[in-house]
């Protein structure tokens, strides 16, 4: 059976798929498939603002995984898991999905916010794998 920070991460890489795919479905329909699909030689014509923040989410996802996959394992792989680290396992899980709208339609400060509990979340479980 997984942990509840197993399940967390797959949910959490699942999210990072969603948001690639809308960013590419925003991406497709503001700059066609010419370009999305072409190998981007040449210079891009101009990015709306709201596909280059989805584009910035998407870095920031994957940025965030890198260090919220190996929290998660070492918890789960080392038997720590706690009512504590299974909360901030979801906490990363529900600010990643609160992310995607908070950046696209530059909610401000919330998104600097909403990062904030993510990464926070993600150093609950790296400091309580260590005691």
């Not at 910035?56 to 995984?65: C, D, I, K, Y």
């Amino acid at each position: 059976m997984m942990t509840a920070e197993l399940t967390a991460l797959a949910a959490a890489v699942l999210v990072q798929i969603a948001t690639l795919v809308i960013m590419a479905l925003v991406a497709n329909l503001h700059l066609g498939t010419r370009i999305t699909a072409g190998p981007r030689d040449g210079p891009l014509p101009p990015i709306p603002k709201r596909l280059g923040r989805l584009m910035r989410a998407v870095t920031n996802g994957f940025e965030g995984l890198a260090m919220f996959a190996p929290a998660a394992l070492i918890i789960a792989v080392s038997g720590q898991s706690t009512t504590l680290t299974a909360t901030a396992a979801w906490v990363y899980v529900a600010a990643r999905i609160l992310y995607l709208p908070a950046y696209a339609f530059a909610w401000v400060p919330w998104r600097s916010a909403i990062w904030a509990a993510g990464f926070a979340a993600t150093l609950v479980l790296l400091v309580s794998a260590l005691f």
